[in-house]
C-alpha cells in the first residue's frame, strides 16, 4: 500500500476467460512485480520487471503474461492455459539504495 | 541469496512484548535485513528495515547482533491488531526478484 493501487478487489473469471489485473504505482521505482498467494502460503513470484520494456519470468510463469509499457503500470494477465488461477494476486514495486519492496492491496481472483 | 529460518507459528496475551526471531548464516555483506506484517487478504506492510545494531520506529524494534547471523523482531505491548503473519527478508539492491516470502511467523494474540 502506500502509492501502489491494484484493482479491482476482487474478481471472478469463468473458466476458458482470460482476465486482466491492475497494478499501479506513483513510487517513482523502476522495478515491480506480480506475486501469487494460495491459502496458508507464502508469496511466489510470477513476474518481475526492472525497467520498462523489459520483464523476466519469475518462478511460476506458465500461464500468465505482462507488459511494461509505462514506469508507473504493470498490468498481469492470466490466461486460460493457467490451470489452477483461483488465489491472491499481489503487486509489488521496489526501489531506493536497499531496494525495499512495498506492496498493493491485492487482488482476490475466483474462477467459477 | 540467504536463506532465512524463523518459528512456524507464536502465541502472546495482549499488553506482553513480542519477540520474534530470525536466522539467516549466509547473510552477504550487503544485504538487509526487512520484516513486513501481513493481515489477511492483504498485502504485506512493511515494518521495519535494518542493517546492523538497532533500529527503532513507532511500531517495532529491531535488534541485528554483530555477526548479523540472525535478527529479532521486537514488538512492545501487543494487542490483538497486531495478530499476524510475520516475515523476515534478507536482501539488497539488485536481489528484491530473488527474495523468497516462505510462510513466516504467524503470530496469534489473545485477551
Known amino acids: 500500500d502506500g502509492g501502489i493501487t491494484q484493482s479491482p478487489k476482487y474478481l471472478f473469471r469463468k473458466e476458458g476467460q482470460n482476465v486482466t489485473l491492475s497494478c499501479e504505482q506513483n513510487?517513482?521505482?523502476?522495478?515491480m512485480y506480480w506475486y501469487r498467494q494460495d491459502p496458508g502460503q507464502g508469496l511466489r513470484l510470477i513476474y518481475y520487471?526492472?525497467?520498462?520494456?523489459?520483464?523476466q519470468k519469475g518462478d511460476i510463469a506458465e500461464g500468465y503474461s505482462v507488459s511494461r509499457e509505462k514506469k508507473e503500470s504493470f498490468p498481469l494477465t492470466v490466461t486460460s492455459a493457467q490451470k489452477n488461477p483461483t488465489a491472491f494476486y499481489l503487486c509489488?514495486?521496489?526501489?531506493?539504495?536497499?531496494?525495499?519492496?512495498?506492496f498493493g492491496p491485492g487482488t482476490r481472483l475466483t474462477v467459477l | 541469496l540467504a536463506k532465512t529460518t524463523q518459528p512456524i507459528s507464536m502465541d502472546s496475551y495482549e499488553g506482553q512484548e513480542v519477540n520474534i526471531t530470525c536466522s539467516h548464516n549466509?547473510?552477504?555483506?550487503?544485504?538487509?535485513i526487512t520484516w513486513y506484517q501481513q493481515f489477511p487478504s492483504q498485502g504485506p506492510r512493511f515494518i521495519i528495515q535494518?542493517?546492523?545494531t538497532k533500529v527503532t520506529n513507532e511500531v517495532a524494534s529491531l535488534f541485528i547482533p554483530a555477526d548479523r547471523k540472525s535478527s529479532t523482531l521486537s514488538l512492545p505491548r501487543v494487542s490483538l491488531s497486531d495478530t499476524a503473519v510475520y516475515y523476515c527478508?534478507?536482501?539488497?539492491?539488485?536481489?528484491?526478484?530473488?527474495?523468497?516470502f516462505g510462510t513466516g511467523t504467524r503470530l496469534q494474540v489473545t485477551l
Open positions: 509489488a514495486s521496489s526501489g531506493g539504495r536497499t531496494d525495499t519492496q512495498y
Open positions: 513510487l517513482n521505482h523502476d522495478a
Open positions: 520487471s526492472q525497467i520498462v520494456n523489459d520483464f
Open positions: 549466509n547473510i552477504a555483506t550487503n544485504d538487509y
Open positions: 535494518g542493517y546492523k
Open positions: 527478508l534478507v536482501g539488497s539492491t539488485g536481489t528484491a526478484s530473488k527474495l523468497t
